[in-house]
């Protein structure tokens, strides 16, 4: 990965099924985004967007890898995860839509607003996807206040 | 940046840099620097726990002295309901109440009435509300601060109604003064404080606005003298307070307090800081938006269990229930005139005046681009650090180490790691210097700066 001095990365291993350390990367990613001093409504989408996405991985995934990279312009969030996949994307964008199991309703997830959620609190959205081996999630916040949303 | 006024004080005569306090503070506020704790005022929630933990007593809350009430023509007490907590089960509010009259305070006000029409508000304003959920109670002033320092996306979940210690004092002025003929700044009105952090939310409200209260004293303080001004009090002499009482507000001491006298379904409680961290998390990660209301203390068990008490906060959890049952068998009246508190809900009396606003921690730099360089130097110098937290060098852990390396407030020698480095370097320096000892005459700069550097690592 290119890095240079104005780009700060990082990245976070999550593994499938790993309920109790679910959430741990989105709250490290906010208090870097803290500790540099993005404004809160931006932090907010950000924690929001990566913890979805980790409780994706969680519920569904084998492992994946979340890198999160951040330049004075762009917040960009990747993740790249090996697991079945997702056969229909654009069902599977829908508000409502999810392949939960009754266990992961009773733990309050799986209301199927995990992915619209992400999209919503992301500026640019990508998702591509190869069934059978995995998921890949790009999601862009700008900083730069001129080119918000 | 603005000056934030703190209810707790080292004092440095007693300080003797035992660091116990630099582990336990849950913001990592504190830094011993040349043996002495100091405390970061922009980081610092006023929770307490470093009081708690002191082996020297070296920490002070800042609470008010009893001379104090000299300084107004008549003086009233308004104890937090913890305070009942503190004493034998037999001993009931009414016997606190008179023997707090008999310490030298004109009057005594029991606060739960007040609390429990600040309960009723609360259900109101929980009727009435349709923004983001839950809404977070504002009873405990250090996680209002908690939330201004590290939440602030939660902010406008703070639950906006006044304090009852705080309307209490402001009905109290109104009253007295028209009663007693005097002005309301001669009515002098003190809480009796459970914790520190009371004393700030007087001195510099979280909202900015003004307290109705002239100051606060320590149930600790004052519990001794309280125990023999109780003395000699018979049951029932002192019937009049327990007019004022009610069963809903004495709830407010323990955690869970309000949700329970309230009848709510879908709230939580939580108590102790480490778990209210855990809780807002997710309420910002939106796990907790199905709750509409949260109850959140930073002490275990809510005020009783304040670092300011005496009782074993569990003792006194359990003597607020046990009062509870006791004030129902007294016929005591359970809960004041809903009617009424609608009323004045309407009329807008229950809220606060001023507006909670975030107060975020200064970022590394505040420029976006070098705050992102700082971070990825302070990232290297985490790196090289052992990262077994040793405090040793007066910083709480390795990575709050490397953050005051990079903000230039301390030295990567200031880490023990680092010394065998140094003494090497310096023998090099030293062995350079012995051999060519024409240079000591010549340039005074090396030798001198050899010396300061010794003096650092002493």
């Known amino acids: 990965m290119m890095s240079n001095e104005n780009e700060l990365s990082h990245r976070?291993?999550?593994?499938?099924?790993?309920?109790?350390?679910?959430?741990?990367?989105?709250?490290?990613?906010?208090e870097i985004l803290q500790e540099i001093g993005i404004d809160s409504s931006i932090i907010v989408r950000a924690a929001i967007?990566?913890?979805?996405?980790?409780?994706?991985?969680?519920?569904?995934?084998?492992?994946a890898v979340l890198t999160l990279n951040v330049t004075p312009e762009k917040l960009h969030l990747k993740l790249e995860d090996e697991g079945p996949g997702i056969e229909n994307i654009d069902l599977a964008m829908k508000e409502g839509f999810s392949t939960a199991t009754d266990e992961m309703r009773e733990m309050g997830f799986g209301?199927?607003?995990?992915?619209?959620?992400?999209?919503?609190?992301?500026?640019?959205?990508?998702?591509?996807?190869?069934?059978?081996?995995?998921?890949?999630?790009k999601i862009t916040i700008c900083l730069d206040s001129t080119q918000k949303k | 940046m603005k000056e934030y006024f703190h209810s707790i004080r080292i004092d440095p005569e007693k300080c003797e840099g035992r660091m116990k306090c630099l582990r336990v503070c849950p913001t990592q506020a504190i830094r011993v620097r040349n043996a002495k704790a100091m405390?970061?005022?922009?980081?610092?929630?006023?929770?307490?726990?470093?009081?708690?933990?002191?082996?020297?007593?070296?920490?002070?809350?800042?609470?008010?002295?009893?001379?104090?009430?000299?300084?107004?023509?008549?003086?009233?007490?308004i104890p937090s309901p913890a305070l009942y907590a503190q004493f034998g089960r037999e001993i009931l509010p009414e016997k606190i109440l008179s023997g707090i009259k008999?310490?030298?305070?004109?009057?005594?006000?029991?606060?739960?009435?007040?609390?429990?029409?600040?309960?009723?508000?609360?259900?109101?304003?929980?009727?009435?509300?349709?923004?983001?959920?839950?809404?977070?109670?504002?009873?405990?002033?250090?996680?209002v601060r908690l939330i201004q320092v590290k939440y602030p996306e939660l902010i406008d979940q703070i639950i906006?109604?006044?304090?009852?210690?705080?309307?209490?004092?402001?009905?109290?002025?109104?009253?007295?003064?028209?009663?007693?003929?005097?002005?309301?700044?001669?009515?002098?009105?003190?809480?009796?404080?459970?914790?520190?952090?009371?004393?700030?939310?007087?001195?510099?409200?979280?909202?900015?606005?003004?307290?109705?209260?002239?100051?606060?004293?320590?149930?600790?303080?004052?519990?001794?003298?309280?125990?023999?001004?109780?003395?000699?009090?018979?049951?029932?002499?002192?019937?009049?307070?327990?007019?004022?009482?009610?069963?809903?507000?004495?709830?407010?001491?323990?955690?869970?307090?309000?949700?329970?006298?309230?009848?709510?379904k879908?709230?939580?409680?939580?108590?102790?800081?480490?778990?209210?961290?855990?809780?807002?998390?997710?309420?910002?990660?939106?796990?907790?938006?199905?709750?509409?209301?949260?109850?959140?203390?930073?002490?275990?068990?809510?005020?009783?269990?304040?670092?300011l008490t005496v009782e074993n906060v569990y003792i006194s959890y359990n003597k607020i229930l046990k009062l509870i049952e006791n004030l129902e068998f007294e016929q005591i009246k359970a809960c004041p005139d809903i009617r009424e508190v609608r009323k004045l809900y309407k009329?807008?009396?229950?809220?606060?005046?001023?507006?909670?606003?975030?107060?975020?921690?200064?970022?590394?730099?505040?420029?976006?681009?070098?705050?992102?360089?700082?971070?990825?130097e302070k990232e290297d110098i985490y790196e090289s650090l052992p990262k077994i937290d040793c405090g040793a060098c007066g910083a709480p852990t390795c990575l709050t180490f490397a953050e005051d390396v990079v903000k230039g407030e301390a030295e990567l020698i200031d880490c023990i790691f680092n010394l065998p480095q140094k003494f090497t370097d310096l023998s090099l320096e030293l062995s350079e210097l012995l051999k060519k000892p024409a240079c000591l005459s010549q340039t005074k700069s090396s030798p001198k700066k050899t010396s300061k550097k010794g003096k650092t690592i002493k």
């Open chain 1, 12 to 30: 976070f291993e999550i593994n499938g099924r790993d309920f109790s350390n679910a959430g741990r990367a989105s709250t490290s990613i906010k």
């Open chain 1, 49 to 63: 967007a990566s913890y979805e996405a980790e409780m994706n991985v969680v519920m569904y995934a084998h492992r």
């Open chain 1, 111 to 137: 209301a199927g607003m995990g992915l619209p959620n992400i999209k919503r609190n992301a500026d640019e959205f990508e998702i591509s996807s190869t069934p059978g081996k995995g998921t890949t999630l």
């Open chain 2, 39 to 77: 405390i970061i005022a922009e980081k610092c929630i006023d929770c307490g726990e470093c009081i708690t933990v002191c082996p020297h007593s070296a920490i002070v809350p800042l609470t008010d002295p009893f001379g104090e009430l000299t300084k107004f023509r008549h003086t009233v007490a």
């Open chain 2, 102 to 143: 008999n310490l030298g305070f004109d009057d005594a006000f029991d606060l739960a009435l007040t609390c429990g029409e600040v309960s009723f508000a609360i259900q109101e304003y929980l009727r009435e509300y349709r923004g983001p959920k839950p809404l977070i109670s504002n009873a405990c002033p250090t996680v």
């Open chain 2, 160 to 264: 906006p109604i006044e304090l009852p210690r705080e309307l209490a004092a402001r009905e109290i002025k109104k009253k007295k003064s028209k009663q007693l003929k005097l002005k309301e700044k001669e009515i002098g009105t003190f809480y009796l404080t459970p914790c520190p952090v009371k004393m700030i939310s007087i001195k510099q409200p979280a909202e900015k606005g003004k307290s109705f209260l002239d100051g606060a004293i320590s149930i600790s303080d004052i519990y001794g003298p309280l125990l023999s001004a109780m003395e000699g009090i018979k049951k029932g002499s002192y019937r009049k307070a327990l007019e004022n009482i009610c069963i809903l507000g004495v709830g407010w001491a323990m955690v869970g307090g309000i949700c329970r006298t309230l009848r709510l």
């Open chain 2, 266 to 307: 879908n709230s939580l409680a939580v108590s102790g800081l480490g778990e209210v961290l855990k809780v807002f998390d997710d309420i910002e990660r939106g796990k907790l938006r199905n709750i509409d209301f949260v109850e959140a203390y930073s002490c275990a068990q809510g005020c009783v269990g304040g670092s």
């Open chain 2, 347 to 376: 009329q807008k009396y229950f809220f606060i005046k001023g507006k909670f606003e975030p107060r975020p921690l200064k970022p590394l730099d505040k420029d976006l681009a070098k705050a992102i360089k700082k971070r990825k």
